[in-house]
């Protein structure tokens, strides 16, 4: 089991950057693909980035061209990278595998205020 532990969230303006971490533990997190998803109040938990071990990305629609996820697998750690943030990127954020997910973490709130 892979345990994940995502931080870096907060409150920010629109048009502000955040960069989100994701810590997880084992050494199988180097070949599996990963995916930060976002979950707004009343809505479903969304894939918003995804990343393979090889280092190919995927990016929602909603998110090109403003949000960078990326990973170091000596750390066994993804980022996100979100720039010019708007009030519709509000929601909690987690990291997991994206073909068969792991236990969920707490996330990481980010708000941006407009």
């Known amino acids: 089991q892979v345990q994940l532990v995502e931080s870096g969230g907060g409150l920010v303006q629109a048009g502000g950057s955040l960069r989100l971490s994701c810590a997880a533990s084992?050494?199988?997190?180097?070949?599996?693909?990963m995916g930060w998803y976002r979950q707004a109040p009343g809505k479903q938990r969304d894939l918003v980035a995804s990343?393979?071990?090889?280092?190919?990305?995927n990016y929602a629609d909603s998110v090109k061209g403003r949000f960078t996820i990326s990973r170091d697998n000596d750390k066994t750690t993804v980022y996100l990278q979100m720039n010019s943030l708007k009030a519709e990127d509000t929601a909690v954020y987690y990291c997991?595998?994206?073909?068969?997910?792991?236990?969920w973490g707490q996330g990481t709130q980010v708000t941006v205020s407009s």
């Open positions: 997991n595998a994206v073909r068969r997910p792991f236990d």
């Open positions: 084992g050494s199988i997190f180097r070949v599996l693909a």
């Open positions: 990343i393979t071990s090889g280092g190919s990305t």
